[in-house]
């Protein structure tokens, strides 16, 4: 078993994460500086209160509907009031979320919705921002933002729906479509090799990175619970169905018959096992992952790697990202989250420490300052 | 004012031009000069009493490598000119290249200051004085110096391998070619060389300091105090008193040396102009931008937020604004020209100042997201600090060759208003009139500047803060009654709405919007309305800016019209022709969209309209379209700004035109 996948000494799973608020306890100090309201004032909130009177467009079946939900049922969990959250977007089938939320909401362009949310967490680092944005906005158009969004750690939860296909626009192959899809664009099949997602996120330095799927309920639900409350840059990929134009892109390993057997449910602090009997595991042969079924060849559970999401070290959590089925079970689940000081954090120190050795700038001052002289 | 004509030329009284090489007089060495004074008064035992002649103006133009120091020498002589009293316009002309070969044409840089006891509104159009640090500095730069005109040259540098290098066959100083010139060679290198003796410094890192040499002697020459260099020089590099002794000995050698030396027979003063009372300092254009910026949120009482990504002329006002964390004024340096304006929006969305900065090819990649800020409404500043040419053209250049972009640059109709400072100081005024219009109408601002007027100088009259536009445009808190696009009914504006205000959730977006509920609507007679009310609401700005003024007489042969950097030039050759009894005038455009309510009345008073553009005439094309106006183009496109006599012999040959009855 590898050395990385061993928890820290002392590291209990069962309390709060670095970069984790444990549910339902606010510090004193982030209700002292307004970021959130006491529990007792927020504790009212319902989903419905997240529910715009308007009728989302999305078609029949399709998977944001359920991506909608579960972020209507959790937003009351964050005990933010609901003026303070912001939902930002670009442009795809994604980009309509923003009108269904009873939030504050900004339909973006496409791809620059991590740019609109940078620049309003500059302004107001004290806003809970969420940007919601598809495989072609995130990767294709907006691949530039979102590298610099995660590297920077501006504290925005980032939710992509990966559908792995063009959806608003009918049909065209994604970032993600599988080689030698056959899609409106590449009637005879893609020459494009697809990108991981999420190893993307891990080569940019997001501080949370997580996936789930638009239909395993709970695990969306969980995933974006979390992701609400980590502080930093999250990455969370949404397995989503089109079923207009990609339909069952992710039914392989996903349809409920098959998804004990095939997706690999990640805990922090839990071996990594998965299976209806949860007797497979996936351990680490020299550098490579490989499937294991506990009890053949004297294999245990103390061979299968334990997952540790707070790793500073990423190796593992690149391998987990890269990782997919038919080869493995695909992990989902949060799979890194680690604190660093946020974007608009750091901003705030400098702006401090500049005040504490020079004092508040005055306007006047500043004019006047360098070689002036006075004519009389 | 300016006089008419050219200025007397310095230097020439009593001078044989001379072509020698021998550097004429004794060089002066580190010995005759007095360091312990620390005025920086420089007193030698071989002072000589010289004549001196008062001038109006002089321009004075420093021209090296660029690696010579060329840029810093003539900041140092504007600061001093302008600390003295004399009204300045100064012109920096360097290579895109950070280091061109040394010695090559490629390489040379240049700084033209032009200083005067009265207003002037230019850097002059071409030097009396030329100090040419090498061949290639000469040569790159000779073609600008009228016949009679002085030169100065580091003689030191005139060797066979750096004149090659320049393309002479020949040492000009030596086959007579510059005989219609009064040349002084100097051996700059060598004095400098030796005023440093005994400095634990390599040479390379001597000849470095050569520069303050040249600098030194041009104090001389004009009768100006060292003591502002000095005292940069300890406040640069104080930490580091080797390269400040260094400094400060090259400096007053050079003055040493003009004291010493029999080359020079007559000093110059210009004397202190007549400027309004007040207290003053240089600015640039990007620094004056900046200051503006600064101002414009003091004054809203609202943060500043500046996101900008490094591009040539304008990265200049990202360093500055960085520096002013202690007035909690946020930057952000953003992965490209998108998400520049991508988070300036996003600061505005949330409530800031929201500013970006960037030149031509910046402004290209911004305009989906000015579209954007278009139809969510919301108040943005966009800086573009023109450059020359389209794709990369000239980085370093000026021109002004995106007011098409800045007035249509976009998808379908997308009307917003347009602004543009005439002069380095004006940035200022304009940065806050960019904010009042964008707060007061709730629009996205074009703020147009340019090369010249980001990287001049003149001095600025620092203003009370108290006494500036009161630009406080409150947030929608009030529950009752609101809808995100319900309009202000005088100027059609929307009200402003942050995250963070209960009871008021809204979604704002590029899709078209419902007149008054804001929700998406794709309804027919819906979107034509919107069109047509985010056309009024910019076109309602016309009764909310000023006039245009005439300068000169209100009605008569010609009218001059112009807009931006321009206006020194146009102002100063109608000022002349005005002097020598034409009928001339001059009106300049601040606002180019929409333009001031009188325009049209104003341009149909002059039997001619002449527009002088650096550009191939985009704005006579919007008077013209507008106004159905004809006018007359004077088009120069050469990277450089106007000088006064092109714009003049331009503004006589339509007067000839008009005297010969043709139209």
Redesign the interface.
Same mark, same amino acid.
């Given at each position: 078993m590898s050395e990385q996948a061993k928890l820290p000494a002392g590291h209990d799973p069962a309390v709060a994460l670095p970069g984790e608020v444990p549910p339902g306890e606010v510090t004193l100090g982030e209700i002292l500086q307004g970021e959130v309201l006491p529990p007792e004032l927020t504790a009212k909130l319902s989903r419905k209160d997240f529910v $715009?009177d308007?009728e989302p467009r999305w078609c029949p079946g399709c998977g944001d509907y359920s991506i909608l939900a579960q972020a209507q049922r959790v937003m009351p969990d964050f005990g933010v $009031? +609901?003026? @303070?959250i912001?939902f930002?977007?670009g442009?795809g089938c994604s980009g309509r979320f $923003?009108?269904y939320m @009873?939030?504050?909401?900004? /339909?973006?362009?496409h791809g +620059?919705a $991590?740019?609109? &949310?940078?620049?309003?967490?500059? &302004? +107001?680092p004290?806003?809970m921002v969420w940007v919601i944005t598809g495989d072609g906005d995130a990767l294709s158009i907006g691949g @530039? /933002?979102i590298? /610099?969004a995660m590297r920077r750690n501006v504290d925005i939860r980032v939710v992509m729906f990966n559908n792995r296909i063009y959806g608003l626009t009918k049909g065209q192959a994604s970032p993600t479509s599988e080689f030698g899809q056959r899609t409106k664009s590449t009637p005879i099949g893609s020459v494009d090799y697809p990108i991981h997602p999420l190893v993307v996120a891990l080569a940019a330095e997001a501080t949370f990175v997580a996936r789930s799927v638009d239909t395993v309920v709970d695990n969306l639900q969980g995933v974006l619970e979390r992701a609400g409350r980590h502080k930093g840059a999250a990455f969370v990929e949404v397995l989503q169905n089109c079923n207009i134009f990609n339909d069952g892109a992710h039914r392989a390993f996903t349809d409920k018959e098959v998804r004990a057997d095939r997706l690999l449910f990640l805990e922090h602090g839990k071996p990594m096992l998965f299976g209806k009997n949860r007797d497979m595991g996936i351990r680490l042969n020299h550098l490579r992952p490989e499937v294991v079924r506990l009890g053949e060849n004297g294999i245990t559970e103390a061979d299968v790697l334990v997952h540790d999401e707070a790793s500073e070290d990423p190796t593992i959590h690149f391998m987990l990202a890269r990782i997919y089925w038919p080869d493995f079970p695909v992990p989902v689940g949060v799979i890194r989250n680690v604190r660093r000081p946020t974007h608009d954090e750091l901003?705030d120190r400098?702006?401090e420490?500049?005040?504490a050795?020079?004092?508040?700038?005055?306007?006047?001052g500043?004019? +006047?300052s360098?070689? #002036?002289? #006075?004519?009389? | 004012m300016h006089a008419p004509g050219r200025p007397a030329l310095p230097l020439c009284g009593g001078d044989p031009p001379t072509t020698g090489r021998a550097g004429g007089g004794r060089p002066a060495t580190p010995a005759g000069v007095s360091t312990e004074d620390p005025r920086g008064l420089v007193t030698t035992t071989m002072r000589r009493d010289l004549p001196t002649r008062t001038l109006d103006r002089v321009t004075i133009r420093f021209a090296g490598d660029s690696g010579d120091g060329m840029q810093l020498t003539g900041t140092q002589f504007s600061r001093t000119a302008a600390a003295f009293g004399n009204d300045i316009s100064t012109l920096p002309d360097y290579p895109a290249e950070i280091r061109a070969p040394a010695g090559s044409l490629a390489g040379v840089s240049g700084f033209q200051i032009s200083f005067a006891s009265g207003n002037i509104h230019t850097p002059g159009d071409s030097p009396d004085v030329l100090v040419a640090m090498n061949p290639a500095a000469l040569r790159a730069n000779l073609h600008d110096l009228p016949p009679g005109g002085a030169i100065i040259v580091n003689s030191d540098a005139f060797v066979p391998a750096n004149l090659a290098k320049a393309g002479y066959a020949t040492s000009p100083l030596d086959d007579g070619s510059l005989a219609g010139y009064a040349v002084f060679p100097v051996p700059i290198s060598t004095l400098n060389a030796r005023a440093l003796e005994g400095l634990d410094m390599t040479a390379k890192q001597v000849d470095l300091v050569k520069n303050f040499f040249a600098l030194g002697l041009m104090f001389w020459l004009y009768e100006r105090s060292m003591e502002p260099t000095l005292r940069w020089i300890e406040e640069k590099f104080g930490k580091r008193p080797v390269v400040a002794e260094a400094n400060q000995r090259a400096l007053r050698a050079g003055y040493a040396f003009g004291e010493t030396t029999e080359i020079f027979h007559t000093r110059y003063i210009v004397p202190s102009a007549d400027l309004a009372p007040g207290t003053y300092r240089n600015v640039t254009g990007n620094e004056a931008a900046s200051l503006g910026f600064v101002v414009a949120a003091a004054r809203a009482e609202r943060q500043l937020v500046y996101c900008s990504y490094p591009i040539t002329p304008a990265s200049e006002i990202l360093h500055q604004l960085s520096e002013y964390k202690s007035l909690g004024v946020r930057t952000f340096q953003a992965e490209d020209e998108i998400a520049a304006i991508g988070a300036a929006l996003g600061a505005s969305y949330g409530g800031a100042l929201g500013v970006t900065g960037t030149s031509g090819p910046g402004m290209a990649l911004k305009s989906e997201m000015l579209g954007l800020a278009v139809m969510v409404e919301l108040p943005l500043v966009v800086v573009d600090v023109q450059r020359a040419g389209p794709s990369t053209g000239l980085p370093t250049k000026t021109e002004q060759g995106d007011l098409f972009q800045a007035v249509f640059g976009r998808n379908s109709d997308s009307p917003l208003p347009v602004v543009a400072a005439a002069s380095p100081a004006d940035c200022f005024d304009v940065a806050l009139e960019a904010w009042r219009i964008a707060l007061r109408h709730m629009t996205p601002v074009v703020y147009l500047s340019d090369a010249f007027l980001a990287n001049g100088a003149e001095p600025w009259r620092i203003p009370d803060v108290e006494a500036l536009p009161d630009l406080r445009h409150p947030n929608r808190t009030e529950k009752a009654g609101f809808y995100p696009y319900l309009r202000d009914e005088e100027t059609l504006a929307r009200p402003w709405v942050v995250p963070g205000t209960p009871g008021l959730e809204h979604r704002i977006g590029g899709l078209e919007k419902h007149d008054v509920l804001g929700t998406v609507s794709y309804d027919p007679d819906n979107h034509h309305r919107m069109m047509t009310l985010r056309a009024e609401k910019i076109a309602r700005i016309a009764a909310d800016i000023p006039p245009l003024e005439v300068f000169g007489p209100d009605e008569g042969d010609l009218l001059l019209v112009g807009w931006g950097s321009t206006f020194g030039a146009i102002r100063s050759a109608v000022e002349e022709m005005r002097a020598a009894g034409r009928s001339v005038a001059h009106a300049h455009l601040r606002h180019l969209h929409p333009f001031p309510a009188n325009t049209g009345e104003v341009l149909r008073r002059f039997r001619r309209v002449l527009v002088p553009e650096v550009n191939l005439g985009q704005l006579s094309v919007l008077l013209r379209a507008e106004y159905l106006v004809d006018t007359t183009g004077f088009n120069l496109v050469r990277g450089k700004p106007f000088q006064i006599s092109e714009v003049a012999a331009a503004a006589e040959r339509v007067l000839e035109d008009v005297r010969g009855g043709r139209r």
């Amino acid at each position: 078993m590898s050395e990385q996948a061993k928890l820290p000494a002392g590291h209990d799973p069962a309390v709060a994460l670095p970069g984790e608020v444990p549910p339902g306890e606010v510090t004193l100090g982030e209700i002292l500086q307004g970021e959130v309201l006491p529990p007792e004032l927020t504790a009212k909130l319902s989903r419905k209160d997240f529910v $715009p009177d308007v009728e989302p467009r999305w078609c029949p079946g399709c998977g944001d509907y359920s991506i909608l939900a579960q972020a209507q049922r959790v937003m009351p969990d964050f005990g933010v $009031p +609901r003026e @303070n959250i912001v939902f930002i977007s670009g442009i795809g089938c994604s980009g309509r979320f $923003p009108y269904y939320m @009873n939030t504050y909401g900004f /339909h973006g362009i496409h791809g +620059r919705a $991590p740019t609109l &949310a940078t620049g309003l967490k500059l &302004a +107001r680092p004290e806003l809970m921002v969420w940007v919601i944005t598809g495989d072609g906005d995130a990767l294709s158009i907006g691949g @530039n /933002h979102i590298l /610099h969004a995660m590297r920077r750690n501006v504290d925005i939860r980032v939710v992509m729906f990966n559908n792995r296909i063009y959806g608003l626009t009918k049909g065209q192959a994604s970032p993600t479509s599988e080689f030698g899809q056959r899609t409106k664009s590449t009637p005879i099949g893609s020459v494009d090799y697809p990108i991981h997602p999420l190893v993307v996120a891990l080569a940019a330095e997001a501080t949370f990175v997580a996936r789930s799927v638009d239909t395993v309920v709970d695990n969306l639900q969980g995933v974006l619970e979390r992701a609400g409350r980590h502080k930093g840059a999250a990455f969370v990929e949404v397995l989503q169905n089109c079923n207009i134009f990609n339909d069952g892109a992710h039914r392989a390993f996903t349809d409920k018959e098959v998804r004990a057997d095939r997706l690999l449910f990640l805990e922090h602090g839990k071996p990594m096992l998965f299976g209806k009997n949860r007797d497979m595991g996936i351990r680490l042969n020299h550098l490579r992952p490989e499937v294991v079924r506990l009890g053949e060849n004297g294999i245990t559970e103390a061979d299968v790697l334990v997952h540790d999401e707070a790793s500073e070290d990423p190796t593992i959590h690149f391998m987990l990202a890269r990782i997919y089925w038919p080869d493995f079970p695909v992990p989902v689940g949060v799979i890194r989250n680690v604190r660093r000081p946020t974007h608009d954090e750091l901003v705030d120190r400098q702006i401090e420490a500049a005040i504490a050795s020079e004092g508040a700038g005055d306007v006047a001052g500043l004019l +006047r300052s360098g070689d #002036t002289w #006075t004519v009389e | 004012m300016h006089a008419p004509g050219r200025p007397a030329l310095p230097l020439c009284g009593g001078d044989p031009p001379t072509t020698g090489r021998a550097g004429g007089g004794r060089p002066a060495t580190p010995a005759g000069v007095s360091t312990e004074d620390p005025r920086g008064l420089v007193t030698t035992t071989m002072r000589r009493d010289l004549p001196t002649r008062t001038l109006d103006r002089v321009t004075i133009r420093f021209a090296g490598d660029s690696g010579d120091g060329m840029q810093l020498t003539g900041t140092q002589f504007s600061r001093t000119a302008a600390a003295f009293g004399n009204d300045i316009s100064t012109l920096p002309d360097y290579p895109a290249e950070i280091r061109a070969p040394a010695g090559s044409l490629a390489g040379v840089s240049g700084f033209q200051i032009s200083f005067a006891s009265g207003n002037i509104h230019t850097p002059g159009d071409s030097p009396d004085v030329l100090v040419a640090m090498n061949p290639a500095a000469l040569r790159a730069n000779l073609h600008d110096l009228p016949p009679g005109g002085a030169i100065i040259v580091n003689s030191d540098a005139f060797v066979p391998a750096n004149l090659a290098k320049a393309g002479y066959a020949t040492s000009p100083l030596d086959d007579g070619s510059l005989a219609g010139y009064a040349v002084f060679p100097v051996p700059i290198s060598t004095l400098n060389a030796r005023a440093l003796e005994g400095l634990d410094m390599t040479a390379k890192q001597v000849d470095l300091v050569k520069n303050f040499f040249a600098l030194g002697l041009m104090f001389w020459l004009y009768e100006r105090s060292m003591e502002p260099t000095l005292r940069w020089i300890e406040e640069k590099f104080g930490k580091r008193p080797v390269v400040a002794e260094a400094n400060q000995r090259a400096l007053r050698a050079g003055y040493a040396f003009g004291e010493t030396t029999e080359i020079f027979h007559t000093r110059y003063i210009v004397p202190s102009a007549d400027l309004a009372p007040g207290t003053y300092r240089n600015v640039t254009g990007n620094e004056a931008a900046s200051l503006g910026f600064v101002v414009a949120a003091a004054r809203a009482e609202r943060q500043l937020v500046y996101c900008s990504y490094p591009i040539t002329p304008a990265s200049e006002i990202l360093h500055q604004l960085s520096e002013y964390k202690s007035l909690g004024v946020r930057t952000f340096q953003a992965e490209d020209e998108i998400a520049a304006i991508g988070a300036a929006l996003g600061a505005s969305y949330g409530g800031a100042l929201g500013v970006t900065g960037t030149s031509g090819p910046g402004m290209a990649l911004k305009s989906e997201m000015l579209g954007l800020a278009v139809m969510v409404e919301l108040p943005l500043v966009v800086v573009d600090v023109q450059r020359a040419g389209p794709s990369t053209g000239l980085p370093t250049k000026t021109e002004q060759g995106d007011l098409f972009q800045a007035v249509f640059g976009r998808n379908s109709d997308s009307p917003l208003p347009v602004v543009a400072a005439a002069s380095p100081a004006d940035c200022f005024d304009v940065a806050l009139e960019a904010w009042r219009i964008a707060l007061r109408h709730m629009t996205p601002v074009v703020y147009l500047s340019d090369a010249f007027l980001a990287n001049g100088a003149e001095p600025w009259r620092i203003p009370d803060v108290e006494a500036l536009p009161d630009l406080r445009h409150p947030n929608r808190t009030e529950k009752a009654g609101f809808y995100p696009y319900l309009r202000d009914e005088e100027t059609l504006a929307r009200p402003w709405v942050v995250p963070g205000t209960p009871g008021l959730e809204h979604r704002i977006g590029g899709l078209e919007k419902h007149d008054v509920l804001g929700t998406v609507s794709y309804d027919p007679d819906n979107h034509h309305r919107m069109m047509t009310l985010r056309a009024e609401k910019i076109a309602r700005i016309a009764a909310d800016i000023p006039p245009l003024e005439v300068f000169g007489p209100d009605e008569g042969d010609l009218l001059l019209v112009g807009w931006g950097s321009t206006f020194g030039a146009i102002r100063s050759a109608v000022e002349e022709m005005r002097a020598a009894g034409r009928s001339v005038a001059h009106a300049h455009l601040r606002h180019l969209h929409p333009f001031p309510a009188n325009t049209g009345e104003v341009l149909r008073r002059f039997r001619r309209v002449l527009v002088p553009e650096v550009n191939l005439g985009q704005l006579s094309v919007l008077l013209r379209a507008e106004y159905l106006v004809d006018t007359t183009g004077f088009n120069l496109v050469r990277g450089k700004p106007f000088q006064i006599s092109e714009v003049a012999a331009a503004a006589e040959r339509v007067l000839e035109d008009v005297r010969g009855g043709r139209r």
